[in-house]
């Protein structure tokens, strides 16, 4: 199954609708050891992200997701929504001229989101951030012999979700939760569950399309 336009748009409408449902969930866990805006962050993002998509015309697949990155880092140019327009300019690049999404696809796309938010956040492995699910998620991606989209999703799901409960155990070394040390640890990092929730709705709106 390609997906095309259409597709697209059902993906980013069912993001935003996410975003919009876990706000309060996505405030009260950044609260702990952030600054509490994320699900201010993610709605605002997500919405402007959907409403671009919306209003988009004659675009490829990959400029369609370039210019929903850009209306992410314009609608909230804070650090996460900055980060996150960064991983969907990334993202959408392979596919600058393509028509249409295949399976093959989904490892450029990962590893643009993956690259954007390293090359932006300037963060690696270990600690304890959004990159923490999106890095190992493009190396399943990326080793996965998976034919169809859902079949991928089956399995990616569970997976990210694996790497979502490690960075509990992690310590973070970015942001405001820098400064809670080892106090960091017990709970699993806000970005990181942004990272999962997408991917997880993702995978769901993949086997209605």
């Given amino acids: 199954m390609k997906l095309q336009f259409d597709a697209f748009n059902t993906i980013f409408s069912n993001w935003e609708q996410l975003f919009s449902e876990k706000k309060s969930f996505l405030i009260e866990m950044d609260s702990h050891l952030g600054d509490g805006d994320l699900g201010i962050t993610m709605a605002k993002i997500f919405s402007a992200a959907a409403e671009q998509v919306r209003q988009s015309q004659n675009l490829t697949v990959g400029k369609l997701i370039m210019t929903a ?4 880092a314009k609608a909230a140019p804070s650090t996460m929504g900055t980060l996150m327009g960064s991983a969907f300019m990334e993202a959408g690049k392979p596919f600058k001229e393509a028509d249409y999404f295949d399976v ?12 954007g938010i390293a090359k932006r956040g300037k963060t690696s492995v270990g600690e304890k951030t959004i990159f923490d ?8 991606v990326r080793d996965s012999s998976s034919v169809i989209h859902t079949e991928l999703f089956d399995s990616l799901i569970p997976y990210a979700r694996t790497c979502l409960e490690r960075t509990a155990d992690m310590e973070a070394q970015h942001g405001k939760a820098a400064c809670f040390g080892e106090k960091s640890k017990g709970q699993v990092d806000a970005g990181a569950m942004v990272a999962y929730l997408l991917i997880e709705s993702l995978g769901k709106t993949l086997s209605t399309v």
């Fill in 69 to 72: 990155g850009m209306a992410m």
């Fill in 133 to 140: 699910v999106l890095y190992p998620v493009y190396e399943f």
């Fill in 104 to 115: 093959p696809d989904w490892e450029p796309f990962f590893d643009g989101l993956q690259t």
